[in-house]
């Protein structure tokens, strides 16, 4: 690939007086790495801003729905526990009890029958909100991993370069075509470490859900 901009002086002469900049093509391996990684750093930040606003809204959900639950079970009015966990979708809390308080309404009372089938309710219901909570964060590793890749194939490109037209060009060319690979690396690394501490948070973040989850059944 040829760099965008290459600076050539006009002759040793008019180094200090006259120097111009040259508009020079772009290969097609800069120009699908540069929409690629673009597409992948608007994908990672819409998925970021949404699963950070899913489990904020989980937590603040599962906080009120904990109280109302709690204050339902006291009195043993499973009707009314089951409609407060109605009210709030998002809490991962409310989801468990719905699950598992579906199952225990029908038994006229609590046997070994009914633990059964709570333990099992509660096992489901935990495994299936782990995997919702976990949308997404898939597709951020592999962002992660393969924005500083893109860059990587786009660098060896420029660095090809330097030593195919360093003859021809001269060193201001080279120069501009090591810079640029350098760029490349930069911008790879710029969108996946981001990428990679917000996998690494929403992880912790998802794990917590489910120690929350468990500690709550139990």
Not at 73 to 94: E, G, M
Request: proline content about 3%; charged content about 20%; aromatic content about 12%.
């Amino acid at each position: 690939m040829k760099a965008l901009f290459v600076f050539n002086c006009l002759s040793s002469e008019e180094d200090a007086v006259e120097c111009l900049f040259t508009l020079t093509p772009v290969s097609r391996v800069s120009v699908l790495a540069a929409v690629a990684l673009s597409l992948m750093a608007m994908y990672a930040i819409a998925v970021i801003v949404e699963r950070w606003l899913e489990y904020g809204m989980a937590r603040r959900q599962s906080r009120k729905a904990e109280q109302e639950i709690n204050f339902a079970l006291r009195f043993n009015d499973l009707q009314a526990a089951i409609a407060v966990s109605d009210r709030y979708p998002r809490s991962h809390s409310a989801f468990l009890f719905r699950s598992v308080l579906i199952k225990l309404h029908p038994l006229p009372q609590i046997n070994h029958i009914a633990a059964e089938r709570a333990r099992l309710a509660f096992e489901s219901a935990i495994a299936q909100r782990r995997l919702k909570f976990r949308e997404g964060l898939d597709a951020l590793l592999c962002v992660a991993w393969g924005a500083p890749l893109i860059a990587l194939f786009a660098a060896l490109d420029e660095f090809g370069d330097v030593f195919n037209e360093l003859g021809c060009f001269g060193p201001y060319f080279s120069i501009a075509n090591f810079t640029t690979a350098l760029d490349w690396m930069k911008f790879g690394l710029i969108i996946a470490a981001p990428t990679a501490l917000a996998y690494r948070c929403f992880s912790v973040r998802v794990e917590r859900f489910v120690f929350d989850m468990n500690e709550y059944s139990n």
